[in-house]
């Protein structure tokens, strides 16, 4: 495989993980906001290093904030 | 203690509906919640903020209008209780703010004595004294102050500044909470204490709407009234396909001419096949919709701003009740032309349960705005553009009759629900017919303005991640050689199998799987399922109308049609539907009958026109 081919392949792959985040918001709100807890609370656990906890504490917060499960035709605020 | 570090003091716009509680609000707080000419507009409660020129911040909550404090309706609940502080999660507003309508002091009067009752700190603001002024009702602010014993201020909210004198009141009262200093006496009443205070402190003319009883005397008439509804909803679809189509072709052009030059530019291989037969065609396949979306809101907001809908909701009200939904149901499911979700949302406003959950079932079949760019690609594709009769548009006519199958459709549905139900009553029509008012064009062209950027941000988001989605199962396993061998390939033959009596090609089965999370999202989807198969590029860089006019049959085009009035194709309304009348079974019943009226109804129409030679 060409350096170029690959490098056009590791674009589309990031493309698709990107869309596949953007429709699993949109349509399943709910599901999301469960998976990041799940991801946030072993970060945050004692004793885990400092930057691993900021991450996690990063990932968390974003579940309060956004949390709209109002679909697609209208923003909601 | 400095004014900064204090806890925002919580204050509650409270009043009659329409008197313009929201657009104080967003005055107040600089948001852009809905403002709009009838009752029953705001069903939620919305917060926001306020900084006085002291620096001090406020929470300012927006409520739902309500007549009294004993609630009638869902909304007015809503308003009821956050004004007690039994709204679950919310504390009891600090003071209340009671926004009235200058020039329909008689209603509004009545209700802020019934709060100043509560005991609660409060405000009264005359909002509307611009128009008030127009009329030549004189009100003597002074004196009410000292009858009522609360501050009352003047407010014009759609004015910039309007509601100046307000925050200054607001600032005032922060320093030094107290209760009224007035209260009814013991066996008074409300309503001698109202015409008392009204006779003490406003100055009536003797004519006070002249305008508005001639402009009714006409659009209320039992006959020219109907007939002026169906010329303006006529005139709407007409100027949907005059205006659009210049810009329409402009932007066609433009996503042809970006296609070629990216394709140009990069080299053979799977990247720039996702870009030119991916997100350019698929994306610029929605976005020429953008035109008519716009131009159909444009009449939207100025029919909304101007109080003619209320108007509209009387004169079809024999028919609405025959079809077993009241009158009230008319705002909810004409917001659903926007959109579904806000519409239930607004069923709220609606006092009988049985009646709020008919309009629940039938609002999906009001024709939303994402329904618009699937309609208008195979009315473009495969009616020709004529004018009929000297002056209507054809294209303008058949879009018409869509949106019109869509009403006709929910009143037969819920004409057939009428049937099934034992109790059969029906309930008056009460509707406060707003006064008519011009629309700014400032706000119009906000509302616009917001409406686009609410279709791009879809189109960039949700339109554009399922569009590579889709691209990807198309393109592998095999390289984008043969689309029908492709993974979406597969599953669309496996499909077309059931869409096979309704006409429906695979292709077409294809886009209908990504089309559930958003109607728009089949027209990118065949858009981007047509650049993959056609195999030069000159093709691939054509617009998506005459390729699915030389590949489909008249009769598949119009089973696609139908489907599209009735399939509930969209998740997000479904989920809708559940959360508002909280019960999956009302939601599992929804889903399945519109699947089951829309495959019949596509079955019908397909079986017809081949019958009639259109396969
Ligand atoms: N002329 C004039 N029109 C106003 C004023 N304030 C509001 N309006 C108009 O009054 C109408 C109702 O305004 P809204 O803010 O939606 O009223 P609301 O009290 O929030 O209504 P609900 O949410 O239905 O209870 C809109 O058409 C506004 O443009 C004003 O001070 N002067
Ligand atoms: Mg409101």
Redesign the pocket.
């Known amino acids: 495989m060409s350096a170029s081919l690959l490098l056009q392949y590791v674009v589309i792959a990031l493309a698709v993980i990107v869309s596949a985040w953007v429709v699993a918001k949109k349509q399943f709100p709910g599901g999301v906001r469960r998976l990041r807890m799940a991801l946030a609370i072993p970060m945050l656990r004692e004793g885990r290093p400092a930057w691993l906890r900021t991450l996690g504490r990063k990932i968390a917060s974003q579940v309060r904030s956004g949390a709209g499960g109002c679909g697609g035709c209208r923003k909601c605020d | 203690m400095n004014a900064e570090t204090l806890a925002p003091l919580r204050l509650a716009l409270v009043?009659?509906?329409?008197?313009?509680?929201?657009?104080?609000?967003?005055q107040l707080t600089g948001s852009r919640q809905?403002?709009?000419?009838?009752?029953?507009?705001?069903?939620e409660r919305k917060e926001g903020r306020l900084r006085g020129p002291s620096g001090r911040s406020y929470a300012v909550l927006?409520l739902?209008?309500a007549y009294s404090l004993n609630a009638a309706s869902l909304d007015e609940a809503v308003a009821r209780d956050v004004i007690r502080g039994c709204y679950p999660g919310e504390a009891a507003p600090d003071a209340l703010v009671c926004?009235m309508?200058a020039t329909n002091l008689r209603l509004h009067l009545r209700f802020a004595l019934e709060l100043r009752e509560l005991g609660k700190p409060m405000i009264v603001a005359v909002?509307?004294?611009?128009?008030a002024r127009r009329r030549g009702i004189g009100i003597d602010l002074v004196e009410l102050e000292r009858l009522l014993g609360v501050p009352v201020v003047e407010?014009?909210?759609?004015?910039r500044h309007?509601a100046r004198a307000l925050v200054e009141r607001i600032e005032r009262m922060a320093e030094a909470l107290h209760a009224p200093t007035q209260r009814l006496g013991k066996g008074a009443d409300l309503h001698a204490e109202t015409r008392r205070l009204l006779a003490a402190t406003v100055r009536m003319p003797a004519r006070t709407a002249r305008i508005d009883d001639a402009l009714d005397r006409w659009l209320l008439h039992p006959l020219f009234g109907l007939l002026a509804l169906a010329m303006v909803m006529f005139l709407i679809f007409q100027a949907v396909y005059a205006w659009a189509t210049p810009l329409m072709d402009l932007i066609d052009a433009g996503t042809a001419w970006l296609g070629e030059t990216v394709g140009a530019v990069l080299p053979e291989g799977p990247l720039s096949s996702l870009l030119v037969d991916g997100i350019i065609a698929g994306v610029g396949g929605v976005i020429v919709f953008l035109p008519q979306i716009l131009i159909l809101f444009a009449f939207i907001l100025a029919l909304?701003?101007s109080?003619y809908l209320p108007r509209a909701a009387f004169l079809l009200d024999r028919m609405m009740a025959s079809a077993g939904l009241s009158g009230r149901s008319f705002i909810p499911l004409l917001s659903s032309f926007a959109c579904a979700i806000p519409g239930i949302m607004a069923t709220r406003s609606i006092q009988d349960p049985r009646d709020r959950l008919a309009t629940i079932l039938v609002a999906p079949l009001m024709t939303c705005s994402a329904r618009l760019p699937v309609y208008a690609l195979l009315i473009g594709a495969f009616i020709p553009q004529k004018t009929v009769w000297g002056v209507f548009n054809r294209q303008g006519l058949v879009l018409f009759g869509l949106y019109a199958a869509g009403v006709a459709s929910a009143l037969l549905v819920s004409w057939v629900m009428k049937q099934w139900r034992r109790d059969k009553g029906e309930h008056a029509l009460l509707l406060e017919l707003?006064s008519y008012?011009v629309p700014?064009a400032r706000?119009l062209l906000i509302g616009l303005w917001e409406r686009a950027m609410i279709f791009l941000k879809r189109v960039g988001g949700i339109i554009l991640a399922l569009t590579v989605l889709l691209w990807v199962l198309l393109y592998f396993p095999n390289g984008g050689a043969d689309v029908t061998q492709s993974l979406a390939g597969r599953i669309g033959q496996a499909l077309s199998v059931v869409f096979a009596p309704v006409g429906f090609n695979w292709q077409i089965c294809i886009a209908l799987i990504p089309g559930l999370a958003a109607r728009e999202v089949a027209v990118s989807s065949l858009a981007t399922v047509y650049a993959l198969s056609t195999a030069d590029d000159t093709a691939a860089a054509q617009a998506l109308a005459p390729l699915i006019n030389d590949g489909w049959s008249l009769a598949t085009a119009l089973s696609l049609l139908v489907w599209y009035i009735y399939a509930p194709m969209c998740i997000s309304t479904l989920a809708t539907i559940k959360r508002e009348t909280n019960s999956w079974k009302q939601m599992a019943g929804a889903t399945g009958y519109l699947f089951a009226l829309a495959y019949a109804a596509a079955f019908a129409t397909y079986q017809v026109a081949v019958l009639l030679g259109a396969g």
């Open positions: 009043g009659n509906p329409n008197c313009g509680k929201t657009a104080l609000f967003n809905k403002v709009a000419n009838y009752a029953g507009v705001t069903v927006d739902p209008g926004v309508d909002n509307m004294m611009d128009a407010t014009v909210a759609v004015r309007g909304e701003e109080g707003p008012r700014h706000d």
